[in-house]
């Protein structure tokens, strides 16, 4: 049973497009989150959200939202595509409780390629 | 704003050695710190967590220490194996504002 599942797991699409991500887990978290890592595979935090807070790094551009249709949801949309935009995006969740003892549990990742 | 820095970038080593990997990282203001595991086109693989009230954690071969004071902490890897071959990852942070990752340490277990 996979316990963060990220789709697609491949995204090749025109600059200008708009697109989505979806994520998804099993795990009963509350806390989900978006990364990306780019072509150096830096990883960054994009996004955490629970069902009261969304928290958004100040470096991404307003055309990437993030979406939560339920606890178990966390979908990436991205408008207006840019060259720029070519990374690895990531998925995470993390339980509630215990801050300190929270592993965050990732997804396989969604590789995307804008022409 | 959190940086984490690792140390050595990339590594290769024989198979049967001992080896440490360092990270560093600026804001002692953390809830833990993470070590994961990347392998080739795939997604992170939490190794070990330790909590900002601990100084490590074990799993098996493997070793983690927090010095929260010095901002530093220390992956140690015991009897290598090829199986070891990955990038590992250190992150800082927890809590809503995520983790603050280090740009890895690329490690390679000779046979």
């Known amino acids: 049973d996979t316990a963060v599942s990220q789709t697609p797991k491949y995204l090749v699409t025109q600059m200008g497009n708009d697109k989505s991500i979806k994520c998804e887990q099993n795990?009963?978290?509350?806390?989900m989150y978006w990364y990306k890592q780019d072509s150096k595979k830096f990883l960054k935090i994009m996004f955490s959200?629970?069902?009261?807070?969304?928290?958004i790094n100040e470096t991404v551009p307003n055309r990437f939202s993030p979406k939560s249709p339920d606890k178990a949801h966390l979908n990436l949309h991205i408008n207006s595509l840019e060259l720029g935009d070519s990374a690895v995006y990531f998925c995470?969740?993390?339980?509630?409780?215990?801050?300190?003892?929270?592993?965050?549990?990732f997804g396989a990742g969604t590789r995307l390629s804008v022409l | 704003k959190q940086e984490v820095t690792q140390i050595p970038a990339a590594l290769s080593v024989p198979e049967g050695e001992n080896l440490v990997l360092n990270c560093s990282f600026t804001?002692?203001?953390?809830?833990?710190l993470q070590w994961f595991r990347q392998d080739p086109g795939k997604g992170l693989t939490s190794l070990l967590l330790?909590?900002?009230?601990?100084r490590e954690q074990t799993s098996g071969r493997l070793n983690a220490s927090l010095d929260k004071s010095s901002g530093r902490s220390t992956l140690y890897i015991a009897a290598s194996q090829p199986g070891d071959s990955a990038t590992y990852l250190c992150?800082?942070?927890?809590?809503?504002?995520?983790?603050?990752f280090g740009k890895g340490t690329h490690l390679i277990i000779q046979p």
């Open positions: 995470a969740s993390s339980p509630t409780g215990v801050v300190a003892k929270n592993i965050q549990y």
């Open positions: 795990l009963g978290h509350d806390t």
């Open positions: 959200y629970n069902n009261k807070e969304l928290i």
């Open positions: 804001d002692s203001a953390i809830y833990n």
């Open positions: 330790i909590q900002s009230s601990q």
């Open positions: 992150a800082a942070g927890g809590g809503a504002d995520g983790l603050t």
